[in-house]
């Protein structure tokens, strides 16, 4: 297994991990979104070795994606994890254990003391699995669909 950094000719293959993932929980892949988010981060010059795959061979097997941001309330640097994903048929393997301490590495490097992440319900292995990293809940973010907007 390799860990390194995206690179713009793996596009395809992120996607159809993605696309496979999406499906996993039950989500749309919209490609659109997912390409321009691709895109900002590699083309941004902080961030953009934060983009980092685990591949065998020539097949992706998992990604991480990480971001070095700024809180607008306490101007604090912090890191956050903003997809993290590793093949169905990869996991329990290695895989996702590498890309963890590679993103950790890519913070530390980048001098972040504070690392967050987003994990769904319906994810109850990537949650345990985070938990095995001192990842611990802090907020409950609450969310709803725009469509029927009214209040009884």
């Keep these: 297994?390799?860990?390194?950094?995206?690179?713009?000719?793996?596009?395809?293959?992120?996607?159809?991990?993605?696309?496979?993932?999406?499906?996993?929980?039950?989500?749309?892949?919209?490609?659109?979104?997912?390409?321009?988010?691709?895109?900002?981060?590699?083309?941004?010059?902080?961030?953009?070795?934060?983009?980092?795959?685990?591949?065998?061979?020539?097949?992706?097997?998992?990604?991480?994606?990480?971001?070095?941001?700024?809180?607008?309330?306490t101007v604090e640097t912090y890191g956050s994890i903003v997809n993290f994903v590793v093949a169905k048929e990869a996991r329990y393997k290695g895989i996702g254990n590498a890309l963890i301490e590679a993103a950790v590495k890519f913070f530390t490097e980048m001098g972040v003391k504070r690392i967050e992440t987003n994990v769904r319900d319906i994810e109850k292995e990537g949650k345990l699995f985070i938990e095995r990293y001192q990842f611990r809940k802090k907020y409950i973010v609450l969310e709803r669909d725009i469509d029927n907007i009214y209040v009884d």
């Design 1 to 73: 297994m390799n860990i390194r950094i995206y690179k713009m000719d793996d596009y395809k293959k992120v996607k159809a991990l993605m696309e496979e993932f999406t499906k996993e929980m039950g989500s749309d892949f919209e490609e659109k979104r997912f390409k321009s988010s691709l895109n900002r981060r590699y083309g941004d010059s902080l961030n953009n070795k934060g983009m980092i795959i685990a591949e065998e061979g020539d097949k992706i097997m998992g990604m991480v994606m990480c971001e070095v941001l700024v809180s607008s309330s």
